[in-house]
């Protein structure tokens, strides 16, 4: 009896101090807090239970791509991309280096920008991701049946790939804009020459529909501007392409002042389709060039590196009808096209108001031939003939927008740091939520698409401050996940991001899930040092090469004694994981080892190169916990010196 | 030195009887006919016969069918050549990295299996290991008796484990 009252006060007490908390609760919540309006609830996925979308989030200077699951927040996987990637051995096994091949040769690292989605009719078809490289200008394709980078292709005459990788209605390109201009081709110059002598390369790269492979078709070489970002035209506007720029003062020195000189930069609205015929009927000039191309391949296992040679450039002016540019205030960051691909937002970092063209009215201003003057040969179109209209003092630093199903626009806004809510067409501000702190972007699943998908938005933050437990000056960078559905948004959930998180595509996830792939089938697997079963177990010398021809499966390696090494050989362990099961991979790693371990896919093939430096015997053993018996998963190879005359043996349990 | 020895026979009973405890609630009871100094005997020799023949001779029960898609399975016929050369190269391909036919080594011996098994034990448990193993009285003894290493479920259709079976049957 005694007990209950206590228990009975102390309930009371507790419910006493929650109801306090609430009315004192935290700067984003309205009265009553979490517990009254049940916002935990809302981004809570119980145990087992899946996510409804999959978020990808740009790594920014981890070069990769990192896989959550909203409403959670939870991460789910990193994909390596243009870095190393020591977790699965990715850009260190032979079978992946080839993936970071460039003509500047084999770099191993990149800032990973941009994530977009493949399309079909302009839908997100969950088929594949491409994502940018900033600093040397590469775009990469991942598939999502795999979750693996299956292409990249180095972008020649570009240098800060940064207005890329957009993908049109259909996927038929995806686009990677230069954001630097360098002189074109590269030559020796005096760089206070830059004016009127750089260029900047837009680079429509193709997709071939079945398998995704990429080719550049044609590169457009624009004045020398900065390219910020970019967007497809959707609907009515399919076939065009629109670029932001800064810099039109063409300055080399001194940027952030002597970049914002004028009061007006441009988008410039690109008609690819028209750019395409002319292609097609043989126009522009093929250009020296040298860029890798490395493609991987699922049957093989293996990546290939080709370097190419020559690239088609075409010179706007001589498609006339094909590029024109649309003045637009100030520096602008951003350039985004709502669902219906009638209005291109031009975020002007520096300026008060944001602005939105209209695709009708810039048709109806080149019909009419209505032109304020010209760049380089480029129309130039008047502001006002082309303005939809403005958004009057939203914030401060307006970066991005994107568009929920109900014709409303989200931008952020870095320097005010905040996500304004604001109408289409009536260009109201409908609402304004804080972020904590300097946004960069946000993402609505299904964003750069005609059927934006306007449950969730997430922003994308570069400070994170004290929103988590201190982990000394650094901190990972943020995400936070609003609610859109209603009038307001609320804010549901911070969330810690993995290197930068720059941009982000999100989608649904039940069109990914249901394609995704469990194994590599072992029937299929054709790499050419695959051992598909035990029988192809075996060691091989060719010279001062030793190939081992090795298998895994829980719990052992085959074979796990191996005699006949000698110093100074190049030992390659190749080794091929017999598991057919879901989720269950293999580790190698050896003692002294110069590149990274590995990790082996079920049914998969994969090498690792040790030079043994030291005469000794050496274990190697699987870095990956799968049963019990881990531990005993390991084996031993035997060094000789040089000119010892020990033959090749290898065996398991004395077989 | 004869100390230690107590002391290891004395922590081997200890083991045993903890598990014994576990069979017993999932009925199987077979550990009880090793006694502990053999057991360590046969992990420094692990070809030696004698073990093995005991191993495979406990567990014996036909009767038992396994959990699983397989319910009924006559397998008293004329040895089908074909299917068991199909079954051949299956077992080749996903089965021999813990299976030799000769002796009992990361797995079974399936040698002689049917003797020990009834037909639809050995398709279940092929098709369906995972469940098997958190079920089926004899795969539990099994798993523990092979030192803990869990069948690998390698996705082997029905069609092909009934290929299987049939090499199986040719093995003498």
Not at chain 1, 82 to 98: C, D, I, R, W
Not at chain 1, 499 to 507: L, N
Request: net charge negative; hydrophobic share 35%.
């Amino acid at each position: 009896m005694k007990n209950i009252i206590k228990s009975t006060l102390l309930l009371v007490a507790t419910s006493l101090f929650f109801i306090g908390c609430g009315n004192n609760g935290g700067k984003e919540q309205k009265k009553g807090g979490a517990l009254e309006n049940n916002v935990a609830e809302k981004v809570y996925v119980a145990p087992g239970e899946h996510d409804s979308h999959y978020a990808f989030i740009s790594g920014g200077y981890s070069g990769n791509l990192t896989v959550y699951g909203l409403p959670s927040g939870r991460m789910f996987k990193e994909i390596p991309v243009f870095s190393q990637f020591p977790t699965s051995g990715y850009g260190y096994s032979e079978e992946t280096k080839p993936m970071l091949n460039t003509s500047h040769g084999f770099i191993p690292w990149g800032d990973s920008h941009h994530p977009d989605i493949s399309q079909t009719n302009g839908e997100i078809d969950g088929r594949f991701i491409f994502i940018n490289e900033n600093n040397t200008p590469r775009i990469a394709k991942i598939d999502l049946r795999t979750f693996e980078t299956t292409e990249i292709i180095e972008v020649p005459n570009s240098a800060g790939n940064h207005s890329s990788s957009f993908v049109t209605e259909n996927t038929e390109y995806v686009v990677a804009g230069t954001r630097f201009s360098v002189p074109v081709p590269q030559r020796d110059m005096p760089i206070k020459e830059y004016k009127g002598n750089f260029q900047g390369a837009l680079s429509f790269i193709s997709v071939e529909p079945e398998h995704g492979h990429m080719d550049i078709k044609f590169q457009i070489l624009m004045p020398g501007f900065n390219y910020d970002l970019s967007h497809p035209g959707r609907g009515a506007s399919h076939g065009w392409f629109f670029f932001s720029t800064y810099n039109t003062e063409e300055a080399s020195t001194l940027l952030e002042v002597n970049a914002s000189q004028n009061d007006k930069d441009f988008i410039a609205a690109v008609n690819w389709k028209k750019i395409e015929e002319y292609v097609n009927n043989g126009g522009g000039t093929m250009m020296p060039a040298e860029y890798a191309h490395n493609v991987y391949d699922e049957v093989t296992h293996t990546a290939t590196s080709t370097m190419k040679k020559e690239v088609r450039v075409v010179n706007p002016s001589e498609v006339p009808g094909a590029v024109y540019l649309l003045p637009t205030p100030k520096s602008p960051h951003g350039c985004d096209v709502d669902p219906t691909g009638e209005y291109i937002i031009g975020n002007g970092k520096l300026s008060a108001n944001l602005t939105v063209h209209s695709f009708t009215k810039m048709l109806d201003a080149i019909e009419n031939k209505k032109f304020a003057g010209d760049a380089y040969g480029i129309p130039i179109l008047n502001f006002e003939d082309v303005l939809a209209g403005s958004v009057e003092q939203p914030g401060l630093g307006p970066l991005h927008t994107e568009f929920d199903d109900k014709g409303n626009a989200y931008t952020t806004f870095f320097i005010s740091s905040e996500v304004v809510k604001w109408k289409l067409g009536t260009w109201e501000v409908l609402d304004r939520k804080p972020t904590y702190y300097s946004v960069g972007h946000l993402t609505i699943p299904g964003g750069n698409s005609r059927k934006p998908q306007g449950k969730y938005m997430f922003a994308m933050n570069k400070i994170t401050k004290d929103r988590y437990l201190p982990t000394g000056p650094e901190l990972e960078h943020s995400a936070q996940l609003y609610d859109i559905s209603g009038d307001k948004m609320e804010l549901l959930l911070d969330f810690p991001t993995h290197g930068e998180p720059h941009y982000a595509a999100a989608m649904e996830a039940d069109l990914i899930k249901k394609r995704s792939r469990k194994i590599y089938k072992l029937e299929e697997n054709n790499h050419p040092y695959a051992a598909k079963s035990d029988a192809d177990v075996k060691v091989v010398r060719k010279g001062n090469e030793v190939h081992i021809y090795m298998t895994t499966i829980r719990s052992h390696f085959s074979p796990d004694n191996i005699e006949g090494i000698k110093v100074g050989d190049k030992v390659y362990f190749h080794i091929t994981n017999l598991e057919q099961d879901f989720d269950v991979p293999h580790g190698f790693a050896v003692i002294g080892q110069n590149t990274s371990e590995l990790l082996i896919m079920p049914g998969q093939t994969k090498t690792s190169v040790w030079e043994p430096t030291k005469v000794g015997v050496w274990p190697f053993y699987c870095t990956d916990f799968c049963s019990a018996l881990h531990q005993e998963m390991q084996g031993y190879i035997r060094v000789s010196p040089k000119d010892s005359p020990i033959k090749l043996s290898w065996s398991l349990d004395g077989e | 030195m004869k100390h230690t020895h107590k002391l290891l026979i004395l922590m081997f009973s200890f083991v045993l009887f903890s598990c014994g405890n576990d069979k017993k609630n999932n009925q199987v009871d077979y550990s009880s006919k090793k006694a502990p100094v053999k057991k360590e005997v046969q992990k420094e020799k692990p070809k030696e016969a004698p073990a093995v023949k005991k191993e495979a001779m406990a567990n014996v029960d036909l009767s038992n069918k396994g959990i699983g898609p397989v319910k009924s399975l006559d397998i008293s016929g004329a040895i089908d050549q074909k299917l068991a050369d199909e079954g051949k190269e299956l077992f080749k391909n996903k089965c021999s990295a813990c299976h030799r036919t000769n002796r009992k080594f990361i797995g079974p011996n399936p040698t002689g299996v049917f003797d020990r098994r009834s037909p639809e034990w050995v398709m279940n448990m092929i098709i369906n290991p995972e469940e098997m193993l958190k079920k089926d009285p004899i795969a539990k003894a099994l798993l523990i008796e092979y030192n803990g290493s869990p069948m690998a479920n390698q996705n082997v259709s029905e069609k092909e484990a009934r290929a299987i079976v049939e090499y199986f049957r040719t093995l003498k």
